[in-house]
């Protein structure tokens, strides 16, 4: 079985940059062929919504409200997916989760079989 655990969240002002890690355990071979996303949930809200994604051959997607400012990537020596966020603003405040899954390109929280417990990102205006 793989675990997952976030970390790199914190409260920043607007504007700034952090790099969330997602650090894989257990099953490292199985991981590596996964695709691995980062999720949210915002205040208030019961649903997780996409990020970003990549693939075992790491191709990405995101979602727009991101795109242009997010960066995901992935260390497989390191058994680390990484999410770099710059320009952060007050709307991406939320907990962030990193999940894995067996279906390639997986972009729906119901494809994805293995979920971290989350890291707290809050941006202050």
């Known amino acids: 079985q793989v675990r997952l655990v976030e970390s790199g969240g914190r409260l920043v002002q607007a504007g700034d940059s952090l790099r969330l890690s997602c650090v894989a355990s257990g099953r490292i071979s199985f991981f590596r062929t996964y695709t691995v996303g980062w999720f949210r949930q915002a205040p208030r809200k019961e649903e997780r919504d996409v990020v970003a994604i990549i693939t075992d051959s790491g191709s990405t997607n995101y979602t727009d409200s991101v795109k242009g400012r997010f960066t995901i990537s992935r260390n497989n020596a390191r058994n680390t997916v990484y999410l770099q966020m710059n320009s952060l603003k007050p709307e991406d405040t939320a907990v962030y989760h990193c999940?894995?899954?067996?279906?390639?390109?997986?972009?729906?929280?119901?494809?994805?079989?293995?979920w971290g417990k989350g890291t707290q990102v809050t941006v202050s205006s």
């Open positions: 999940a894995a899954s067996g279906i390639r390109a997986a972009m729906f929280p119901s494809q994805y079989e293995v």
